[in-house]
């Protein structure tokens, strides 16, 4: 099945034929790195003086500290992953930095009411945005070819699970932050496994998916003009839903199980290329949270606050009104910083709630300019996936894109009734120190699927190639093999 | 596998654009009637955000704004002398909204007037907080003082139990000079910057059944009992009798001077305390405030031209708006039998009348038979104090000839030298006044009214004072008694005689 590129087919005798010269656009990259300090620092300048009429105290700190951790990242990379895209990472640079000013504006209303810590929460998000940059090098570093991942499938799948579980077998003592069970709360730190579970879980499906793909595609009856999948092999994905429904169930999350259960519908028709799959996910899923949705009253309050959201302003739907208002006063143009009122939703303002802030502060306009941000961020994931040769890489760089995807959507679209809100915090703007180092490896993985999707491919064999090298049985070929001039197109699927 | 990929794109894609078409829909489509919700805290935010204008009595702000250490309630709204001033100013409320002035004249007073968009853009560009525009008012500080203090030392007097009003204005102009109400409230503690405050200060007031917060002066009607005899007596002037002229020096033949016997009736009118009438000569009847004559001349002069004069006074009209509304006073419907009428003409039965309604018939006889329109602005000040509009009076009714108009202030002023209202005399003025004293149901002591202009040569202030205290004796509930002492002060202090 995988016929990818071998390093160790690199050593030919004779003069390889011309290949066309790939730009690595490190340069493209550094200039945006650039871009996306120049927007953070402007609006953090902008932030001291809407809200103290001067510069804030640590600007010209915090602009040396937010470039010098760029530049070290762009060297990293540069180094590391040197054909990496050169969108990934200046999008989720700049992305952090918009969001470390909105927790700071948020910062003094939240310390006085108790929401964040006496210190401030940018002050922590700061800290962990220069450990996120830190696990970029640390996975780029060590993880240098993404194939490697494919090897640890079960252990992945088994550390996601016991993640994504952790919380709801813990006592609600030390997981349940505002009715929802999806935390680890020990020593004062606060850990939303899911974050890291959902990156063990997309690479776990990749892995799966790759193996049995063929057997998931053909083995099944057409009924109806709708290809039917066997029983045995609507195994895993029964498991995915009863599994999706649990954690729904036990934390109270929708918002984790849709994320996931989506994520893994769409890997499974992506392997597949069975659009059958997709019909009966999306009726597991329905059928699943209606019956969820009758039985457990926090599900059907959500589900009311949603169609109804002004039913109730003082009680259950006083969030999902507040949000409203939010968005509504900040109209085309927004406020401008700090002369909203975004903090009025309360709990959960610079996390779940942030796009708040964006919508009032920043308006329809600077709401739009961040959703192109994250859509652009899908798109290079996706751009990745087209282009990388693995089938494994392909369906990791398209789960991670669509797990990212499906988290933005899922939670700005809770926060603006499109539909019901779950509960996730904001890629790369919420607070929160275990999204953000989550989210930093999800863009190290697709640095390093990119790199290897963009890299040259290794001079073609001549024909005349010593005749080790096309037997698989010489030693250092193994299943992957030597690759084949003009194979490549046939073995793929 | 690249197919399902661009497919999955394109999924992707759309799901974005579900949210960005949702930002256009809440932004902008749906955003202004989201921001109107009445939970919408930004709304009181924002209130409290604006440098709000003043309202401003004489040269004294009696509703100003002062700034706060608070960044979100940056404006905090004061009220000077509240009780006194609420039926002008109203209340700015954060939980309760606004009512009279600061209702009627909101947007100037916020800013948000058009008029005030060039200033307010300045201010912008230089940082400043949105200011409003100022309403000066055409109150006159002695004679608002003396109404207020002589309403609520009459109503204490009698045990606290009892509303009262004052209506004074400038017969020439219409503008309104004084305007009390009693019991009143005090609009700071609506205001408050603490909502508990609001809301158990509010309690009480809807607690209280004398309805502090209800303008009596321009909302509440009561039975204006004798003082509406000048409207009898317009009617008389004016048409006649029986196709006889009559002036007050006419006799009204056949007028009873005891006992007025009602046609198709068991009931009859007397005179007050039971008092035989020294003649049935107009005006020393006008001056005795006699009921069996004006009974009587009320069913000689007929329903249709007492009905028609007292329309032309502003009767069964939607009252004036000062700019507050003032509720309409009343005379009854057509089809009265001949007892309804004569209780009628004597300010009985049915027929009910606002303070202002009293203070509005008193300047018509004092202005040469025309009534000016009411009005509290004299001028709309914007941000800087520049003027940018000025009260011009305006003709509202005009009922009277000019020569009835005299003949009825010949009257009045018997009514003070030789009649009911001896709490007039010796005032330092010459006024012409008509005393009224109405009843109520049973278990309700009448209404006390006094009704007066001055200086009865050149008037420049008419005004109607009614009580209606249920502390006193039946026998002190007298218009010239308990009203009377009321008007003399308003009087004196709007001409600034001591």
Sequence with gaps: MSMAASPSAGGATTPPPTEPEIPKRRNAELVLLGGALVLGMFAYANLGEAAAGKLPGNFWTMGLMFGAVLLIAHLAVRWLAPYADPLLLPIAAALNGIGLVLISRLDPYNIANGLAPKSGAAGQQAMFSVLGVVVVIVVLFFVRDHKVLQRYAYISALAGLLLIALPAVLPASMSEVNGARSWIKFAGLSIQPAEFGKLLMVSFFAAYLHTKRDTLALASRKVLGIYIPRGRDMGPLIACWVFAMLVLIRETDLGVSLMFFGAFVIMLYLATERASWLIFGVLLFIGGAALVAMTFSHVQVRFDNWLNPFGSVNGNSRQTAQSLYAFANGGLFGTGLDQGYPYLVGFANNADYIMDTVGEELGLVGLTALLIGYALFVARGLKTALLVRDPYGKLFASGLAVTFALQVFITAGGVMRVIPLTGLPMPFLAYGGSALLANWILVALLIRISDAARRPLPPALPLTAPPNLLDPRAPGNGNNGGRLYGQDKAART | ?498
């Excluded at chain 2, 002008?88 to 002035?101: A, E, I, Q």
């Excluded at chain 2, 509010?202 to 917060?213: F, G, H, I, K």
């Excluded at chain 2, 009628?344 to 329109?373: D, H, K, R």
């Excluded at chain 2, 040569?457 to 008419?462: E, G, H, R």
């Design chain 2, 1 to 498: 596998m690249n197919r399902p990929i661009k497919k999955v794109a394109i999924f992707c894609f759309a799901l974005f654009a579900a949210l960005f078409l949702e930002g256009n829909w809440i932004q902008v489509v749906k955003a202004s009637s989201y921001s109107a919700h009445a939970d919408n805290y930004r709304n009181t935010i924002y209130n409290y955000q604006v440098d709000r204008g003043n309202i401003v009595v004489g040269s004294t702000d009696v509703a100003s704004s002062k700034a706060t250490s608070s960044k979100q309630m940056k404006y905090q709204r004061v009220y000077s002398n509240g009780e006194e001033y609420a039926p002008v100013t109203g209340y700015f409320s954060s939980n309760y909204g606004t009512s009279n002035l600061e209702e009627l004249e909101n947007t100037l007073l916020d800013g948000k007037d058009t008029r005030l968009a060039t200033q307010n853009f300045l201010r912008k560009a230089e940082g400043k907080d949105q200011a409003g525009g100022s309403v000066v008012t055409t109150i006159n500080a002695a004679a608002q003082d003396a109404a207020y203090n002589g309403l609520v030392s009459a109503i204490q007097n009698a045990g606290g139990v009892g509303t009262g009003a004052v209506a004074a204005i400038n017969p020439k102009t219409g503008a309104i000079l004084a305007l009390s109400s009693v019991p009143s409230y005090d609009p700071n503690q609506l205001a408050s910057s603490s909502a508990s405050v609001q809301n158990s200060y509010a309690t009480s007031l809807s607690n209280n059944s004398l309805q502090p917060e209800l303008d009596q002066a321009l909302n509440e009607t009561y039975p204006p009992g004798s003082t509406f005899k000048i409207v009898t007596s317009a009617t008389a002037l004016t048409n006649g009798i029986g196709g006889q002229t009559i002036t007050p020096t006419s006799t009204i033949t056949n007028a009873p001077l005891t006992t007025l016997t009602l046609p198709q009736s068991t009931s009859t009118i007397s005179n007050s305390g039971g008092e035989t009438c020294q003649s049935n000569e107009l005006e020393v009847a006008f001056a005795q405030s006699c009921n069996t004559v004006y009974g009587y001349v009320g069913m000689q002069v007929g329903e249709s031209a007492l009905t028609s004069m007292a329309e032309s006074f502003g009767f069964n009209k939607t009252g004036p708006t000062v700019p507050m509304q003032a509720s309409t006073s009343a005379f009854p419907a057509s089809g009265l039998s001949q007892a309804q009428l004569a209780q009628s003409a004597i300010g009985q039965y049915n027929v009910t009348m606002t303070p202002l309604e009293g203070a509005m018939l008193a300047s018509a006889v004092a202005n040469g038979g025309v009534i000016e329109a009411p009005y509290l602005i004299a001028k709309e000040l914007d941000t800087n104090g520049g003027v940018i509009s000025s009260a011009s009076p305006t003709q509202l009714y005009d009922p009277i000839s000019s020569t009835v108009a005299g003949e009825l202030g010949t009257m009045m002023q018997d009514v003070v030298t030789s009649g009911t209202a001896t709490s007039l005399q010796n005032i330092g003025v010459s006024v012409a006044a008509k005393t009224g004293t109405a009843q109520r149901g049973t278990g309700q002591n009448s209404v006390a009214w006094m009704v007066a202009y001055a200086p009865a040569n050149n008037p420049t202030v008419a005004v109607a004072v009614m009580v209606a205290d249920n502390g006193v004796q039946n026998n002190d509930t007298f218009g010239n008694s308990l009203a009377g002492p009321i008007a003399a002060s308003v009087i004196k202090a709007a001409l600034g005689l001591s």
